[in-house]
């Protein structure tokens, strides 16, 4: 292959989907006994993970969080380590920040439980500390056990959830891009002016859902409002990312389903004004990679062989409310629409109609749970398939969802990473930069001009005092 | 001197006192050309800072935090650098914890605007994290600035804060202490048992400030509840102090004074039924160490040669109400009581009458500020200060309250802790151990017995359900 046909070649980019705690995608997998995830207590676990994705060149760890854990079958939960226990993540970054130079970090926080202005300073933080390597998975909250955590509070109605989750970012951007402007520092020390007072502005903001008054203590950082990340896949949750997202997680049952979900979100942003490539999608990938195909799918029966089936079939009913288990094997699921998604990432996609037998959904739900598209075979298969993928539905990139770690992410970097720069498909050497520059293109380091936040911006403070 | 003599030395404890930012206690010095604290948003700033202070064997970082600034002068502070900008400090503590081994960290969070649970989660994070190098600063804010910026709701009165502040500590204590035992965890991968469900515990709580219901999702930190410290010294605030904390700091204009409020907090603690040695008492400590005290004195002026007046005298305008520049300068402060305290911490301590004029009141502002006890001059000097007032006012130990950074804390380690460790009044190796050992002692991982929160763990669950 030559350069230009390497040039050609659409460069993906990828991500690890985490969670700081053991249970992940494979209830049960916890007891393997290559399995490290028992370990997330430790910090030298994670920079040991964080290092391994840094030699693979990824674009950054994706981490899901939230304060919520299933409501029911406790004892089963904590037999099998599944949906707690686990830590806050926020506070692994700065540690792994100062572990890597170049690996990126995205954030879950909830537009329900942090204060916007608390939300905002950390945010504004961690983008100083990581020089501009953090993102923001925006969720609105739905879990009851957190409603109850929380002061027992009824749970916000969905479509609410989300105008509220619009007025918490417009508070978010006018303390993020209002604040200061850019050239307010001096640290002119023979002038004795630290910062010009002239360009520092009051935030004012008077709304439905929240009120804000004062000015954002940290200075301006490298991207100052992190890369917004959304992964609602509701009605009410795509007009939402096609307003603020720049990353949107979707995951669906089949590619084509996915490449329809991901043309839909580009005509949205569209439509608000905003550059439709400036969204970038991933969908959830699980690979299991050997050698050969054959060393694979054995690799692959081995991990499943420490799947707890009941565990298994407690998250499927704890995702969609349907106990599997309590129906008749044999009965049809036709007609009936399930709800499927992530837990952590209240993240849903619609199952199209079925005409499979209770039976079989649980066969299929026990060999692949709620993992995205998955491949298991050599290295030059998982290129395949994620050329072909990537292809198929316009994605921009993929959130490598692990099974064992870290086996799953160092046979990734060392198996699959080598063919797929080989192929142009992916980075051989980290762009200079910030995680927005390298999602969105060098020099674009802030929010580009025509995304909703950007209009918070002193330059345009007509529309700022609008809020 | 003997070994003997050596062991008979009671030993100090030594920390930091810390802001994520520029200002500090000496307003106008971040303009000195040797002061590195503008670069407070570098990780790897605060990590050579770390670093020095791991190898002068000190105990802990201590960070204070406040989400308010001063509300009046704006234009001011903001070329000042003065009580703005600043980071949340709690993200440093991760990567501060990963870059040394026993250097310990005391983060400030108030009662007032961060949810009980989510700061539970958070508190539990970093202890695992560190291995139990973390303690909490208990606060309950009292900035306006504060108020505004989380929805401008009035300012709950002072006591009643603190009776909010009582309820939150039950709460802590009680995902802390009493959601799980200490054997629950079993990690038996061939039983499939990761935790034994009849082991961990739903904390119910209902009050008349919050109410939650949950497990903490955290697994037991080596600590569970992180080493309590509080500086209010208010009536009510040493009650608070007298009844949760393990550390207190304590600032007063003079020893006596300091002495006396030691012995209140001592006693009230005995009255609680707290072992009084268990509260170990910290005071402000201001060092400028030179080889020779003339060198000392030199460069204490140049210090101050880069100290803003009207900084200065804002400060004092901030936290006493009082502008000194409005005054007539010959008039007497004669039986005026002020209000004395750091901005960052929400200490007050009275002065007491004082017959001085108001130049003279300013003049002393200005070669003090709210800076604790202050010693200028040789190794020797430092010492002898520090071992005359730990025994006069049966101090445990001191925060030192820096200048100019790294300096300040470079020349402490380098000159002062070499002679403090000859004379036998600082260690000379770390001991083994958690944060709280180090204090209270080998084996005290844990709330001693005595200690109101140890009421809250699952054996003594009678008390537990009551809360």
Redesign the interface.
Known sequence: MTNVDKKARKQIHLGVFEV???NHLTQ?I??H?GQER?RY???EYW?EIARILERGKFDFMFFADS?G?PKKG??LL????SG?????P??????L???TRHLAFTMTTSTT???P??NA??F???D??TRGRIGWNVVTTSSS?AA?????GDLIPHDERYDRADEYMDVSYKYWEGSWEDDAVK?D?EN??????DK?HQVRHEGKY??????L???P?PQRTPVIFQAGSSDRGRAFAAKHAEGVFLKAPTVEVLAGQIRDIRRRAAEAGRDPRQIKVFTGLSVVVAPTREEAERKHAEYLSYQ?REATLASYASVTGIDLNALDPDSFFENIHTEMGQTHTDRFTKHSKTRKTVREVADDFLQKGFRGLTVIGSPEDVADRIAEWTEAADLDGFNLEPYILPDSYRDFVDLAVPVLQERGLFRREYEAGTLRERLLGEGIARLPENHPGAGFRPALSESRERG
């Open positions: 700081n705690g053991i049960g916890w007891a006994p028992v207590n430790d910090l920079i304060y854990y406790r004892e904590l037999r099998e380590a707690t226990p686990g830590n806050d926020m506070l692994l970054i700065p540690a920040a100062a572990s439980y942090e204060a202005y608390a300073r950390r504004a933080t961690l100083h500390l056990t109850d955590l929380f002061g027992g640290l020390r004795r002016t630290f910062a010009d007072p520092v929240f009120r804000s008054t004062g000015v203590s940290s200075t950082s707890s």
